[in-house]
């Protein structure tokens, strides 16, 4: 028992030698961190895998260059938030505003799963490409993580727009100003 | 210093107060099986340590992130242990591997280890999807967190116990030789006197 205290004691000396020796070297170190940090860290978790990925579609697919026409059972969802919709977008789009953090609204998806069963899903943001934006918070443009939640809640032909309204509105499509 | 005899290194095994026979299968056992048992264990904890200590000295900031991923400190405390507790890995690793101050040492090894595994099992519990457990630098060793990353702890502490308990009995190490080399010593001027 007295060798444990013993021990013990030379334990605590070898923890306050590698309290002096971390706080010291943190301190004269180059890039050393604050003793005490300043704000949160801002802790960040890996969003879940969708289980499906959904396709994509290009304009040339859904309808020739000169006259942009989606096909009649095809149900537009806008993934932009609800300002960048109310701005502009293609008439008879859906809103369904997709966040890097906050997912999507999981009603919205189920009521949207329930009404196009059959139909067809076209998903659609401000369609940028990774070269143009480096800074972009996203991997992929928005439209392609909806499109793939989408598909994963059970609709079946669920497509995301390459290029997006961007692309849309380069060949001349009409844009709908208003909120739904 | 006066030579300890050879059979007073194994006495714990035996009876007090029990007549002498020569040495029991169980001495030549303590004697000839745990001090390469202990060395091999040491190796293998010492090593795991120093590894992983190795990376968080150099990226603090990450394994600070690490620390704060678990939600379980107050943020202020946070930078600290990310300070210290890589220092006091490698240290302990260190001591470890050449076998001086080994209880000392072992003694924090296994303190380190029933807090991180409550940390882990913690973290698992909460359903926290950290992606790693922080426990090392490289991308390769960073073990995706689960049970058997709990499970992995658990057999590293119990290795430190092994080491913790036979370490009377096995003094292969650095403290060791230099005991070795003052018995050398004073038999040598025991020699010379007469």
């Known amino acids: 028992m007295a060798r444990l205290v013993r021990d013990g004691m030379r334990a605590g000396y070898l923890l306050a030698a590698c309290f002096l020796v971390g706080v010291l070297f943190n301190y004269f170190r180059g890039e050393g961190i604050p003793l005490v940090a300043t704000g949160d860290y801002q802790v960040f978790v890996p969003c879940p895998e969708t289980e499906s990925e959904a396709g994509k579609v290009s304009l040339d697919e859904v309808g020739p260059d000169d006259s942009i026409s989606f096909p009649k059972d095809a149900t537009l969802v806008d993934a932009r938030s609800e300002e960048g919709y109310a701005g502009g977008h293609i008439p008879g789009a859906v809103n369904l505003p997709y966040d890097e953090l906050d997912g999507v609204d999981a009603e919205a998806v189920t009521e949207l799963a329930a009404r196009v069963r059959v139909g067809r899903v076209i998903v659609y943001c401000d369609g940028w490409e990774e070269e143009e934006d480096p800074a972009a918070r996203y991997d992929h443009p928005p439209s392609e993580y909806l499109a793939d939640e989408l598909k994963s809640a059970g609709i079946e032909r669920v497509t995301s727009l390459t290029g997006g309204l961007g692309e849309y509105v380069k060949r001349g499509g009409a844009l709908e100003v208003g909120g739904e | ?194």
């Not at chain 2, 620390?67 to 943020?75: D, K, N």
Request: charged share 15%; proline share 5%.
């Open chain 2, 1 to 194: 210093m006066p030579r300890i005899p050879e059979y007073q290194y194994h006495s714990a095994w035996r009876q007090p107060g029990a007549a002498f026979r020569g040495p029991t299968m169980l001495d030549k056992a303590t004697k000839y099986v745990l001090p390469p048992l202990d060395l091999l264990a040491r190796f293998y904890l010492g090593g795991i340590f120093i590894y992983a200590a190795w990376g968080k000295i150099l990226d603090p900031y990450s394994f600070a992130l690490s620390i704060a991923t678990y939600q379980m400190l107050p943020t202020h405390v946070i930078n600290l242990m990310a300070m210290v507790l890589p220092w006091l890995e490698l240290v302990t690793g260190i001591l470890l591997v050449v076998g001086t101050l080994t209880r000392p040492a072992v003694l924090l090894v296994n303190g380190m280890m029933v807090v991180f595994i409550y940390a882990i099992w913690s973290a698992v519990s909460r359903g926290l999807d950290l992606g790693s457990c922080g426990c090392f630098a490289s991308e390769e060793a960073a073990a995706e967190i689960s049970m058997g990353t709990v499970w992995r702890d658990v057999w590293w502490l119990l290795i430190g116990i092994f080491i913790l308990l036979v370490r009377e009995r096995s003094r292969w190490g650095l403290t060791r030789l230099w005991e070795w080399n003052q018995e050398r010593k004073w038999r040598a001027k025991a020699a010379e006197d007469g």
